[in-house]
T-cell receptor, first 109, second 117 residues
Framework: SQQGEEDPQALSIQEGENATMNCSYKTSINNLQWYRQNSGRGLVHLILIRSNEREKHSGRLRVTLDTSKKSSSLLITASRAADTASYFCATDAYSTLTFGKGTMLLVSP | GAVVSQHPSRVICKSGTSVKIECRSLDFQATTMFWYRQFPKQSLMLMATSNEGSKATYEQGVEKDKFLINHASLTLSTLTVTSAHPEDSSFYIC?????????????FGPGTRLTVT
């Protein structure tokens, strides 16, 4: 199975702090994507990083990809209470997405 | 742009009945649509991939006779859960790939919460 593993499973921080989530996967990929899901809702696409990229930024998000270690990290800087959600990485290998188990992020005011 | 809708958003049905969930791409044509299933506090698991005008490809362990998928047009795919049982209660999410877009772009619907009593 290609399913990724995120860690930590749950993360609780204060507003203003940074949140870092990690994702590991098992096989070769075309790209890796990060999604956000609020409780009981659909997925929101956050950012995509291609296999030949090492780092990408989007607003307060920073994603890194290390294909040699088959791992990625998502950094959310200056977190806000509204960032509270579950975050999933998804690997794209043959145009299908395989999702990791997710990290539940709780940002307290 | 790139909006995907699902209907209904929530459905409660009795055990043994069938339920149909619709997935529509509202402003683009989707050659491929995907159906996922998500149990509480768990990840999304791909159930099947459907291409317009052809039979769906099911993932290992997913019963094709129980989860009927029809992708009859470039903007609509349906998932029918036949003879539903309480263990089929779950959150079902579809996604669609834009016919004209880059192959890796998928757009997700808001999900359908199915409860079987």
């Amino acid at each position: 199975s290609q399913q990724g593993e995120e860690d930590p499973q749950a993360l609780s921080i204060q507003e203003g702090e940074n949140a870092t989530m990690n994702c590991s996967y098992k096989t070769s990929i075309n790209n890796l994507q990060w999604y956000r899901q609020n409780s009981g809702r659909g997925l929101v696409h956050l950012i995509l990083i291609r296999s030949n990229e090492r780092e990408k930024h989007s607003g307060r998000l920073r994603v890194t990809l290390d294909t040699s270690k088959k791992s990625s990290s998502l950094l959310i800087t200056a977190s806000r209470a509204a960032d509270t959600a579950s975050y999933f990485c998804a690997t794209d290998a043959y145009s299908t997405l395989t999702f990791g188990k997710g990290t539940m992020l709780l940002v307290s005011p | 742009g790139a909006v995907v809708s699902q209907h209904p958003s929530r459905v409660i049905c009795k055990s043994g009945t069938s339920v149909k969930i619709e997935c529509r791409s509202l402003d683009f044509q989707a050659t491929t649509m995907f159906w996922y299933r998500q149990f509480p506090k768990q990840s999304l698991m791909l159930m099947a991939t459907s291409n317009e005008g052809s039979k769906a490809t099911y993932e290992q362990g997913v019963e094709k006779d129980k989860f009927l998928i029809n992708h009859a047009s470039l903007t609509l795919s349906t998932l029918t859960v036949t003879s539903a049982h309480p263990e089929d209660s779950s959150f079902y999410i579809c996604s669609a790939r834009d016919k004209t877009g880059r192959s890796y772009e998928q757009y997700f619907g808001p999900g359908t919460r199915l409860t079987v009593t």
